[in-house]
């Protein structure tokens, strides 16, 4: 089930968009040896070859890294929600990127006395296609889990935000998420048997 966490993701993305960086500056570092020893017209050649390149793929070059930068604000802010999850620990059923089948993941899970819940992470703010996003990802995980009742969440990480719901979400901010999860009274779910029908 699971396949590649979001963390090995973000490693992957900030690697391809350090290729041409690093290529760049090898490229450089050449021109510079080549011209002190004695070969200026070569060194000169590298030199120019590496400008056009960059002028060429330039946006694709920016492209890439913002992609990167993109990915890293997430994995922070998904290692935020982990640490704000934590003290739950020791009554819910806990689990953190879970990869689905139909592709994407389940941020995080959260089963225990007070319900069942599939949480996105969001930093700043989400889109209206979120929503139907996070609803399909606590139905599948209501299926796995023998059609108990799973609230879609979506936590915006850096915000100050009282829970409310939007078109069946739940949107809360970063240090709300834990009270309001602890404050819930929805059906209560085992969290031994949550853990064996996820198989974690």
Same mark, same amino acid.
């Given at each position: ?5 979001? #963390?090995?993701? $973000? @490693? %992957?993305?900030? =690697?391809?968009? +350090? ?9 450089t570092a050449v021109a510079v040896a080549l011209s002190r020893s004695g070969f ?37 802010? #998904?290692?935020? $929600? @982990? %640490?704000?999850? =934590?003290?739950? +620990? ?22 225990g006395p007070t319900g069942a819940f599939a949480i996105e992470t969001k930093t ?66 085992d969290s031994v048997f949550a853990q064996r029908a996820l198989g974690r």
């Open positions: 089930m699971r396949e590649r966490s979001f #963390e090995s993701v $973000v @490693q %992957q993305k900030i =690697a391809v968009a +350090a290729v041409p960086i690093c290529g760049l500056l090898a490229a200026e017209i070569v060194a000169a050649v590298v030199s120019l070859g590496a400008s056009w390149v960059a002028f060429v793929f330039r946006d694709e070059i920016f492209r890439l890294g913002d992609r990167a930068g993109n990915f890293h604000t997430g994995l922070r802010s #998904e290692r935020r $929600v @982990q %640490q704000e999850l =934590a003290p739950l +620990a020791s009554r819910c059923f806990i689990s953190h990127d879970l990869s689905l089948p139909t592709g994407g993941n389940i941020d995080h899970i959260v089963c700043n703010r989400y889109l209206a296609r979120d929503l139907p996003i996070a609803r399909r990802r606590a139905a599948w995980l209501s299926r796995r889990l023998d059609d108990h009742w799973v609230a879609p969440v979506i936590c915006l990480v850096n915000r100050e935000q009282k829970p409310y719901q939007h078109d069946g979400v739940w949107i809360t901010g970063g240090e709300e998420l834990r009270p309001w999860l602890e404050a819930r009274r929805d059906r209560p779910i």
